[in-house]
């Protein structure tokens, strides 16, 4: 269960912000997010099935008299997916508090390093195609307090977001596979070996992996004691992520193919697949 609940709270607030009934709100904090990195600054990369935890390092500065206790007061990092935080389209926000050391203090202000984890099930954050991209970074601030008045059976209570967008973005990215698999085997030498193989994508709406098709992929090669593969040649997926191509055998080796990735799906490679050549 998403313990902050703030796309709920942006929405609820942006639904109020359009009745013309004056209200008395409490006063926005001075708050500063900064030095902000998400995922140790790489792409954040979803497959789906398995929670990707996302960690997160950030400075936050607040006023001396602002007690941030995780109780009623909180301060932390989430990401969103939109132009703006009023056109949020979807977001993530940490399930479990962040947690912050006091770095230095001011006779007005108190500066914390803080961490937090993200921890993304995909099922419970990812709905679809879109939502592989660019994400932003929002810092965020809430507050509740509640009176309970046993004599007159009697419970108040209340609870405010604030919200300040735009500290950075991420990629989130569909995780990809790849395959390899290289016949006929053993094969003599100098005879010409088909290296089949299939790209696929975690596809969020269906929880399944379909096919990539049109994207280039290389084929490389690896010699038997050898310590690292070399390219062969680039071939391009077809329909339903399937490749193939022929070479001829030359040597005992692996063959295997490798995905670069695109700025929506993350890299691939395949294990290599030992021809034993006569």
């Not at 601030?141 to 500290?167: A, P, Q």
């Amino acid at each position: 269960m998403r313990k902050f609940a703030i796309g709920a709270a942006v929405s609820g607030a942006l639904a109020l912000s359009a009745l013309a009934v004056p209200s008395a709100s409490a006063a926005t904090p001075d708050l500063a997010f900064s030095n902000v990195v998400v995922n140790n600054g790489k792409a954040i990369v979803v497959g789906t099935t398995s929670t990707v935890k996302v960690p997160i390092t950030y400075t936050l500065t607040h006023p001396a008299d602002l007690v941030i206790d995780n109780k009623t007061n909180i301060a932390g990092i989430a990401l969103y997916r939109g132009s703006s935080l009023s056109k949020m389209q979807n977001e993530m926000e940490p399930d479990d508090i962040p947690s912050c050391t006091t770095a230095s203090t001011t006779a007005t202000t108190v500066t914390n390093s803080c961490t937090e984890v993200i921890a993304i099930e995909p099922r419970g954050y990812l709905y679809s195609a879109s939502d592989a991209g660019t994400w932003k970074v929002a810092g965020f601030y809430g507050h509740s307090t509640s009176t309970t008045d046993d004599s007159g059976d009697h419970l108040s209570f209340e609870y405010g977001y604030d919200l300040w967008g735009g500290l950075g973005t991420t990629q989130v990215k569909r995780a990809a596979k790849l395959t390899t698999d290289a016949t006929p085997e053993p094969v003599k030498k100098g005879q010409t070996l088909t290296v089949k193989g299939a790209l696929t994508r975690a596809d969020w709406e269906t929880t399944k992996y379909s096919g990539y098709t049109g994207q280039p992929v290389v084929l490389q090669f690896k010699a038997k004691n050898a310590t690292a593969y070399k390219t062969v040649k680039t071939v391009t997926s077809a329909a339903k992520g399937a490749l193939t191509t022929t070479v001829k055998a030359s040597a005992d080796g692996s063959f295997r193919y490798r995905f670069a990735g695109t700025a929506t799906t993350g890299a691939a490679t395949a294990t290599g697949d030992y021809v034993d050549v006569k």
